[in-house]
């Protein structure tokens, strides 16, 4: 069983930056393909990005391409989202995720979900 806690959210201007991280519970977090996604109200979950576990490649939707950049540290079984240039419509509750496989752009190839974290970006 795996645990994932969210932080780093909060309020932010458009333009502004947030860095969300995720700590993981358990001793085979470098095995886990570890992902973000969010939720915005009124809207279905979507995938944000997510960082393979061995050769840590890395993959984006395309509307955040070039504005998030996704990491982690194994020694800490951390993974970040560096957020940029935020804009009104990234806001959303943000969930990180955990596989025991390669993961992908879906939720249901994910096994481990966090209780997610509050991205605001006001205008």
């Known amino acids: 069983q795996v645990q994932l806690v969210e932080s780093g959210g909060g309020l932010v201007q458009a333009e502004g930056s947030l860095r969300l991280s995720c700590v993981a519970s358990g001793r085979a977090f470098s095995t886990y393909a570890m992902g973000w996604f969010r939720q915005a109200p009124g809207k279905e979950r979507e995938f944000v990005s997510s960082?393979?576990?061995?050769?840590?490649?890395?993959s984006y939707a395309d509307s955040v391409k070039g504005r998030f950049t996704i990491s982690r540290d194994n020694a800490k079984n951390t993974v970040y989202l560096q957020m940029n240039s935020l804009k009104p419509e990234d806001t959303a509750v943000y969930y990180c995720?955990?596989?025991?496989?390669?993961?992908?752009?879906?939720?249901?190839?994910?096994?481990?979900w966090g209780q997610g974290t509050q991205v605001t970006v006001s205008s």
């Open positions: 995720t955990a596989s025991r496989y390669s993961g992908g752009t879906l939720g249901n190839g994910y096994d481990y």
């Open positions: 960082i393979r576990g061995s050769s840590g490649i890395t």
